[in-house]
């Protein structure tokens, strides 16, 4: 298993996100199909909602659909890289907070 500096490593390097993530839910069909079929299924009683947690948002690729349905939507990643895309990406949605947080460090 890959240290936290290790996985910082490769999640804050340019090449670890050729298609802003993209390519992680080509199998299911685009992000689009990854919300319908993998994500909602999970969190469809539990929507709307006040607060949602979003953890490894990456480039933002299910916050796009997250920040839809609460009133507050919090988004921590390990990477530096991942949190500026997302404020980039979101910058005009005033509800999200943006944290840079491994889970394990001070």
Same mark, same amino acid.
């Given at each position: 298993?890959?240290? #936290?500096? $290790?996985?910082? *490593? /490769?999640?804050?390097? +340019?090449?670890?996100?050729?298609?802003?993530? $993209? $390519?992680?839910? +080509?199998?299911?069909?685009?992000? *689009?199909?990854? !919300?319908?079929?993998? #994500? @909602?299924?999970? #969190?469809?009683? %539990?929507?709307?909602?006040?607060?949602? %947690? $979003? #953890?490894?948002?990456?480039?933002? !690729?299910?916050?796009? @659909?997250?920040? *839809? &349905?609460?009133? !507050?939507?919090? /988004?921590?990643?390990?990477?530096?890289?991942? &949190?500026?895309?997302? !404020?980039?990406? %979101?910058?005009?949605?005033?509800?999200?907070? @943006?944290?840079?947080?491994?889970?394990?460090?001070?």
């Amino acid at each position: 298993m890959p240290t #936290i500096e $290790e996985n910082k *490593d /490769v999640w804050n390097k +340019a090449e670890s996100f050729p298609e802003a993530g $993209e $390519e992680w839910s +080509a199998s299911w069909g685009g992000s *689009d199909m990854t !919300r319908w079929h993998s #994500i @909602y299924p999970r #969190i469809h009683l %539990f929507v709307p909602t006040d607060t949602i %947690f $979003e #953890i490894a948002p990456g480039f933002g !690729r299910m916050t796009t @659909y997250l920040k *839809d &349905i609460c009133k !507050r939507l919090i /988004v921590v990643d390990m990477s530096e890289k991942c &949190i500026e895309a997302c !404020r980039k990406r %979101f910058a005009d949605v005033k509800h999200i907070s @943006y944290f840079v947080d491994d889970g394990k460090s001070d």
